[in-house]
C-alpha cells in the first residue's frame, strides 16, 4: 500500500534551517508528484508547492521564494523540503503528500513532521 | 491568487442531522480542480471528494460534493459519530493551491 513515511521532530533556533524527509513506498516514485503542506498549531492548512521526482522541477508558493528548496534522491524514493531563515511562525507541523500531476488532489499523505523554531 | 472562504466555521449538529459546508471561491475555479478534505485531531488530512463531486476510494456515499464557479458546497446527508472533524476544501486548478479556512463539525 502507499505509504509517505516522514522524518522526526526537529526543535530549531531562529535563523537556521530545516531539512524535512518523505520516503515513498508502495507506488512509482517517479511517476507521481511531491507537494508539501504546513499546518501551524491550532490554524488551517497551508500549501507551500510542489516537487517533481522524475525531472526534479518545483514550483514553490510565492510567500516561500528563496526560503525553500525541494529535492529528491531518486535511489531511495525520498523527497526533501529544506526551510531556511526560519522564524517562530514558521513553528508547524509539515506534511509531504501524493499526487499524480502537479495539479492534482492529494491523494497520500505522511504523518507530518512537527517543526518547533524557538529561542 | 484565489483566496477560498469556507463558512460557517464551525457547525454544531446531531448525529443523524444533515450537515452542509460552503467554500466561496475569490475567482471563478474548474470544477476539474476542487477537492474536500476531512482532518482529525492528531491525524493528517484524508482526501474525500476531487474533481467537486467525485468521492475518494473508500469514502461512504454519505458524502457528497457538488458546485461550480465560485461556489462549492460539501453535504454529509446523515452524520456519524467519526464524522465530527474539521473539513477543509482546496482549489488545485491555479497556482499557489489554495486551501480554505476550515469548517468544524462538532457534536451538538
Known amino acids: 500500500q502507499v505509504q509517505l513515511v516522514q522524518s522526526g521532530a526537529e526543535v530549531k533556533k531562529p535563523g537556521a534551517s530545516v531539512r524535512v524527509s518523505c520516503k515513498a513506498s508502495?507506488?512509482?516514485?517517479?511517476?507521481?508528484?511531491v507537494h508539501w503542506v504546513r499546518q501551524a498549531p491550532g490554524q488551517g492548512l497551508e500549501w507551500m508547492g510542489w516537487?517533481?521526482?522524475?525531472?526534479?522541477?518545483?514550483n514553490y508558493a510565492q510567500r516561500f521564494q528563496g526560503r525553500v528548496t525541494m529535492t529528491r534522491d531518486t535511489s531511495i524514493s525520498t523527497a526533501y523540503m529544506e526551510l531556511s531563515g526560519l522564524r517562530s511562525d514558521d513553528t508547524a507541523i509539515y506534511y509531504c503528500?501524493?499526487?499524480?500531476?502537479?495539479?492534482?488532489?492529494?491523494?497520500?499523505w505522511g504523518l507530518g513532521t512537527l517543526v518547533t523554531v524557538s529561542s | 491568487e484565489i483566496v477560498l472562504t469556507q463558512s460557517p466555521g464551525t457547525l454544531s449538529l446531531s448525529p443523524g442531522e444533515r450537515g452542509t459546508l460552503s467554500c466561496r471561491a475569490s475567482?471563478?475555479?474548474?470544477?476539474?480542480?476542487f477537492a474536500w478534505y476531512q482532518q482529525k485531531p492528531g491525524q493528517a488530512p484524508r482526501l474525500l471528494i476531487y474533481?467537486?463531486?467525485s468521492r475518494a476510494t473508500g469514502i461512504p456515499d454519505r458524502f457528497s460534493g457538488s458546485g461550480s464557479g465560485t461556489d462549492f458546497t460539501l453535504t454529509i446527508s446523515r452524520l456519524e459519530p467519526e464524522d465530527f472533524a474539521v473539513y477543509y476544501c482546496?482549489?488545485?486548478?491555479?497556482?499557489?493551491?489554495?486551501f480554505g479556512g476550515g469548517t468544524k463539525v462538532e457534536i451538538k
Open positions: 474533481g467537486a463531486s
Open positions: 516537487l517533481n521526482p522524475h525531472s526534479g522541477g518545483t
Open positions: 475567482q471563478s475555479v474548474s470544477s476539474s480542480y
Open positions: 503528500a501524493r499526487a499524480m500531476s502537479y495539479a492534482e488532489y492529494l491523494t497520500h
Open positions: 508502495g507506488y512509482t516514485f517517479t511517476g507521481n508528484y
Open positions: 482546496q482549489q488545485y486548478d491555479t497556482a499557489p493551491f489554495a
